[in-house]
């Protein structure tokens, strides 16, 4: 990460002061202890195939695969912290430099970190919900369901529950419309921890007039970004922050 791609951010966003919003993805979330899906060796898609497991035919074809599985991976996430990348992102929001963060993160990780405005267009893992009454439940007490039987129950009417995050095969959430009309507001786009791989979250990132992109790996976005730093989300947006004077 060079000083001249920090300042180059660091411009971009006084330039675009206000009228700018983050999108962010499971790399941000990395330094947090959570693997994300296709980071090199520890992306999650070196050891299984997530659509296979985390889809809506595997919740209704498989449901105990589905819900061991679901356990497994995100089970560990309900405790994790926020590092420096989320903790920079809310800086910039309360600083006015970003009016908020669109993600495609479902680990809550930007509310604990104080962003206020937060677009969760893949849903969360606050909370599961009944398919059949409707009654919510926290994902605490779903999981801890799981150590009794194989697959979690409605302790109100017997209906079985499934998770508040989309799973591959679901439509988009109402968060998802919010989302593209908080980027058609915006003049940039603060891309963190996203291959733009996933559809249609990633077509926010070509939808602006200015893009920035930090990320381990290049995107199919780098070519038409103004600025890409390839790094870690926490070290740049830090160096980020220090040249904006928040630091
Ligand atoms: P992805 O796994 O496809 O891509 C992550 C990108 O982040 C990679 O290109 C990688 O190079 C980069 N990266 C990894 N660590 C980084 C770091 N510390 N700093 C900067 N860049 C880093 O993730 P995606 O684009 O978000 O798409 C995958 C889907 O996985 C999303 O829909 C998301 O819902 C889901 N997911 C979420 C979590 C979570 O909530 N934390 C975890 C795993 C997967």
């Known amino acids: 990460m060079a000083d001249t791609d920090v300042r180059s951010l660091a411009e971009l966003l006084a330039a675009n002061k206000g ?25 999650l898609w070196n050891r299984i195939d997530p659509m296979e497991y985390l889809s809506v035919d595997a919740l209704y074809a498989r449901p105990e695969t589905f819900w061991k599985y679901f356990a497994e991976v995100f089970g560990p996430t309900l405790a994790a912290q926020p590092n420096a990348g989320h903790l920079a ?4 929001e309360a600083a ?4 908020g963060v669109i993600t495609q993160n479902i680990d809550g990780l930007h509310q604990k970190a104080g962003s206020c405005t937060v677009y969760e267009v893949h849903g969360h893992l606050r909370t599961v919900h009944c398919q059949s009454c409707g009654r919510t439940y926290p994902m605490r007490e779903a999981l ?22 989309v799973l591959f095969g679901d439509m988009m959430p109402a968060a998802f419309s919010q989302a593209v009309a908080a980027v058609e507001r ?9 291959s733009l791989t996933v559809s249609p979250a990633n077509s926010l990132a070509f939808q602006t007039p200015h893009l920035a992109i930090v ?10 970004a103004d600025v890409v730093l390839s790094g870690g989300a926490g070290d740049t947006l830090s160096a980020v922050l220090r040249e904006l004077n928040l630091a």
């Not at 006015?96 to 009016?99: D, H, M, V």
């Open 215 to 224: 990320n381990r790996e290049p995107t199919p976005a780098d070519g038409r």
């Open 96 to 99: 006015g430099f970003i009016t």
């Open 186 to 194: 915006s003049s940039l786009v603060l891309v963190v921890g996203s």
């Open 19 to 43: 009228h700018a919003v983050a999108l962010t993805g499971a790399g941000i979330s990395t330094e947090s202890g959570i693997p994300d899906f296709r980071s090199p060796g520890t992306g």
């Open 144 to 165: 801890a369901l799981l150590k009794k039987e194989p697959i979690p129950h409605c302790s109100e009417c017997g209906g079985r529950v499934r998770p508040d995050v």
């Open 89 to 92: 992102l809310a800086k910039l």
